[in-house]
């Protein structure tokens, strides 16, 4: 059976200097069991390093790998970095008179190359080879080999040689004046055309240097594996599938890849919820033979007072949860002080071990199920679709309505085929064409009023069974109807406050005698707008709901967050596979053990002990078990049937506890 991987990031002072070596060698035999596997970086600052620092620290790192290999570690190269991060130590980084990073406007980055200049491919190449022969277990190719994010420059690379390769590849002769007004005018089926090609070309450029990569390692030693550290890289086109056989090559090497984001600090806890999205995301995007994922886990700059050990643990127990199998430490410093303040790290991180293997044990590679959010490898295009300055920051992808579901306990699917209930917001699905759009209309969808106007101006009104009235910018509060799916809460209200957090408010027009009107707006005098939230069953056979009142904030009151989970419920047609419908602030995923049955990961969000936490879980199954982070565990009996669903009843969770739930 596959098990988990901890790995560790081992930064350049930690292995170059003697003292610093030693330690950590000290350090790891007493933590003996704690970690697999070490990537020793390649650089401390962000901008690519000269061929005669990179050849002099492949000298150094071949003569270090053999000592921790001497105690059991699969040991590897991090090559930080490839194109660069930004500009940062550029006296001392790499300085040839070759293409750097360019934006639409001209701007240059320092200390980014890009990827298309003949000269600096060759120097990368060169230096693979230079590590390749430190005779590495693997090689982590960092996600600096990106098209946006180096800073100065957000959005690349429009130097003169990406646009005479653009120009081949459209036919038409582009310069930055010319390509950013295409990018904004036009029809939208235009703009969205040219977009999509500058997608592809991203995809391409990123391609072109793992293959470059791949056949310089190749040159040295085939079976070294290729591992690639991502983000949530929509402008770079996320073309993780076909970035993952490139970096498989011609012998088909067993791959790495490392899953990543923000989350630096615990300062905001929550914020974890919202990488272990993004994970979740970017790991479900692999084809299915990729099993060696393990996440990034970010501590940089390694101020041990910013996050506890506990929320390291945390992260971890939770990305795995997400479609990882093991977790890639990146917790020590990168400066010559001692590593003692580094301690708690490796002591939570041994006894939460036995817990990760339990997850590997339960999930495999199983996908997450529940309500997705529909968006594709272009959505990127879409955003501003109706306005100007494209390429341009946009709205989160993968955004906050899946932080605010499942906050309130509602599972999260990222794979297409995975969800029962497809989330929709802004711009973000219209690059689908229309027949995939009218496809996810035949199902569940829950859409926010921008969303409802875009599918209507492509014709879907039928489908929707809602327009749009009007908008309000001030004083609506949204009062819950009679309608059945509402139950208990007829007349409960929201008051998001448009005064302090600006939103406009939609109106909603029912367009069919059959549309639902869930919720209405009043203002402060109790003078009624019209409709506000809306459900409809149309002729395809699917469930369309819309809200057009803070659709994705402010969903954490006992009747919005009970009307949420009624209404997914419904969508779904009871297939969503799991949730929980007690009132407590609960993340919740639902993947599925090798017997193909259910198998929960629960986190509470909370500083308050959640007591009396009831999941719906839709199998048939008496009993379940509960395990804790220690390992110990529970028999839990179903106490009663909510046709089809079984429910559970957890006695407590404590605060930021995580817990596995599975078929007993």
């Known amino acids: 059976m596959k098990k988990s991987k901890v790995a560790l990031r081992v930064g350049v002072p930690l292995w170059m200097d003697e003292g610093n070596c030693a330690e950590l060698l000290k350090l790891l035999r007493k933590y003996r069991g704690t970690v697999d596997e070490l990537a020793f970086f390649t650089g401390f600052t962000h901008p690519p390093v000269p061929a005669k620092t990179a050849a002099e620290r492949a000298r150094v790192l071949k003569k270090v790998m053999p000592r921790f290999r001497k105690l059991g570690f699969s040991t590897?190269?991090?090559?930080?970095?490839?194109?660069?991060?930004?500009?940062?130590?550029?006296?001392?980084?790499?300085?040839?008179?070759?293409?750097?990073?360019?934006?639409?406007?001209?701007?240059?980055?320092?200390?980014?190359?890009?990827?298309?200049?003949?000269?600096?491919?060759?120097y990368v190449a060169q230096t693979y080879i230079m590590y390749a022969k430190t005779k590495p277990d693997f090689i982590w190719?960092?996600?600096?080999?990106?098209?946006?994010?180096?800073?100065?420059?957000?959005?690349?690379?429009?130097?003169?040689?990406?646009?005479?390769?653009?120009?081949?590849?459209?036919?038409?002769?582009?310069t930055r004046e010319k390509l950013d007004k295409a990018f904004n005018s036009g029809s939208m089926e235009e703009k969205l055309g040219l977009r999509k090609k500058w997608l592809e070309h991203n995809r391409k450029a990123i391609d072109g240097i793992l293959a470059l990569i791949r056949k310089a390692v190749d040159s040295v030693d085939p079976s070294i594996k290729l591992g690639l550290m991502t983000a949530d890289i929509y402008y770079s086109g996320r073309e993780f599938r076909g970035w993952?056989?490139?970096?498989?090559?011609?012998?088909?090497?067993?791959?790495?890849?490392?899953?990543?984001?923000?989350?630096?600090?615990?300062?905001n806890p929550c914020e974890l919820l919202e990488k272990a999205h993004s994970i979740g995301r970017q790991a479900e995007s692999l084809p299915a033979e990729v099993y060696d994922i393990v996440s990034e886990l970010e501590n940089f700059p390694y101020q041990k007072l910013k996050k506890s050990a506990k929320t390291v643990c945390l992260e971890s127990a939770a990305y795995i949860g997400e479609g990882c199998t093991g977790v890639a430490l990146n917790i020590i410093g990168t400066i010559k002080d001692s590593m003692d303040e580094y301690i708690p790290y490796f002591e939570g991180t041994k006894k939460y071990?036995?817990?990760?293997?339990?997850?590997?044990?339960?999930?495999?590679?199983?996908?997450?199920?529940?309500?997705?959010?529909?968006?594709?490898?272009?959505?990127?295009?879409?955003?501003?679709?109706?306005?100007?300055?494209?390429?341009?920051?946009?709205?989160?992808?993968?955004?906050?309505c899946v932080l605010e579901l499942s906050q309130i306990g509602i599972p999260v699917a990222y794979a297409k085929g995975s969800s029962s209930v497809k989330v929709i917001t802004e711009d973000c699905f219209a690059s689908f064409s229309k027949n995939e759009i009218k496809e996810m209309l035949s199902g569940g969808v829950?859409?926010?009023?921008?969303?409802?106007?875009?599918?209507?101006?492509?014709?879907?009104?039928?489908?929707?069974?809602?327009?749009?009235?009007?908008?309000?910018?001030?004083?609506?509060?949204?009062?819950?109807?009679?309608?059945?799916?509402?139950?208990?809460?007829?007349?409960?209200?929201?008051?998001?406050?448009?005064?302090?957090?600006?939103?406009?408010?939609?109106?909603?027009?029912?367009?069919?005698?059959?549309?639902?009107?869930?919720?209405?707006?009043?203002?402060?005098?109790?003078?009624?707008?019209?409709?506000?939230?809306?459900?409809?069953?149309?002729?395809?056979?699917?469930?369309?709901?819309?809200?057009?009142?803070?659709?994705?904030?402010?969903?954490?009151s006992l009747s919005k967050s009970s009307q949420i989970k009624t209404l997914l419920r419904w969508l779904?047609?009871?297939?969503?596979?799991?949730y929980v419908s007690s009132f407590h602030k609960i993340a919740v995923w639902c993947r599925r053990d090798k017997k193909g049955r259910p198998a929960l990961l629960l986190l509470n969000c909370s500083l308050d002990i959640a007591e009396k936490v009831r999941v719906n879980i839709l199998e048939d199954a008496n009993n379940l078990t509960l395990i804790h982070t220690d390992m110990s565990a529970e028999k839990i009996k179903r106490m009663r049937i909510d046709k089809p669903y079984s429910v559970f009843e957890i006695k407590e969770l404590h605060p930021w506890e995580i817990v596995l739930l599975k078929v007993a």
């Open 76 to 122: 590897g190269v991090n090559y930080l970095a490839t194109l660069g991060h930004l500009d940062e130590n550029l006296e001392n980084s790499l300085d040839e008179p070759w293409q750097r990073m360019t934006d639409i406007n001209g701007t240059v980055a320092k200390g980014s190359f890009c990827p298309a200049d003949e000269n600096f491919r060759e």
């Open 141 to 174: 190719v960092d996600d600096d080999l990106r098209m946006e994010g180096h800073a100065p420059v957000r959005f690349a690379c429009f130097c003169e040689k990406c646009l005479e390769l653009f120009s081949k590849e459209t036919g038409t002769a582009w």
């Open 244 to 267: 993952a056989e490139t970096l498989s090559g011609k012998n088909s090497v067993e791959i790495k890849w490392r899953p990543g984001g923000g989350f630096y600090t615990d300062d």
């Open 353 to 400: 071990r036995r817990f990760f293997e339990e997850e590997v044990k339960a999930f495999g590679r199983s996908k997450c199920e529940g309500a997705g959010f529909a968006a594709d490898r272009d959505c990127y295009a879409t955003f501003g679709i109706d306005n100007s300055g494209w390429p341009h920051t946009g709205p989160a992808v993968g955004p906050r």
């Open 446 to 556: 829950l859409a926010d009023a921008p969303a409802l106007k875009r599918l209507n101006e492509l014709g879907m009104a039928e489908y929707t069974g809602f327009g749009i009235e009007r908008t309000k910018d001030k004083d609506t509060r949204e009062m819950l109807t009679g309608d059945k799916i509402n139950g208990k809460f007829e007349g409960w209200e929201r008051d998001c406050r448009q005064s302090f957090w600006k939103a406009d408010a939609y109106i909603l027009k029912p367009l069919k005698k059959e549309s639902r009107v869930l919720s209405e707006a009043f203002d402060y005098a109790d003078k009624n707008s019209g409709p506000l939230c809306g459900a409809f069953e149309n002729p395809l056979g699917g469930r369309f709901a819309v809200q057009g009142y803070y659709p994705w904030t402010s969903l954490h």
């Open 572 to 578: 779904s047609k009871d297939t969503l596979p799991a």
